[in-house]
Nanobody, 127 residues
């Protein structure tokens, strides 16, 4: 059974940085696209970033382009999200997700396209 565990969240001032990690177990992690989403109170879960199975392609939500960077280390079964120039509106619970489809050409950006989810890690940005 695939399990995803996020870490690295916390409280930071506006303009600060954090690095989130997501470690996977229980499956062939290196063969699948991975993504990060976030959800603020009272809002829908929002796409943040995704990376292809081999790390060669990355995609970002419009609100984080140029500030966040997604990467993966398949040897460590870990995907990272570097958050820079943080803003109060980045405050949310951040979730890691794994796309377990067989089609490696697709890097999903929709919640419904990911099969496995972590429990989330809280990021709070103070103004």
């Amino acid at each position: 059974q695939v399990q995803l565990v996020e870490s690295g969240g916390g409280l930071v001032p506006a303009g600060g940085s954090l690095r989130l990690s997501c470690t996977a177990s229980g499956g062939s992690f290196s063969s699948h696209a991975m993504g990060w989403f976030r959800q603020a109170p009272g809002k829908e879960r929002e796409f943040v970033a995704a990376v292809s199975w081999n790390g060669g392609r990355t995609y970002y939500g419009d609100s984080v382009k140029g500030r966040f960077t997604i990467s993966r280390d398949s040897a460590k079964n870990t995907v990272y999200l570097q958050l820079n120039s943080l803003k109060p509106e980045d405050t949310a619970v951040y979730y890691c997700a794994a796309d377990w489809s067989e089609d490696r050409t697709i890097v999903p950006s929709k919640v419904s396209e990911y099969e496995y989810w972590g429990q989330g890690t809280q990021v709070t940005v103070s103004s």
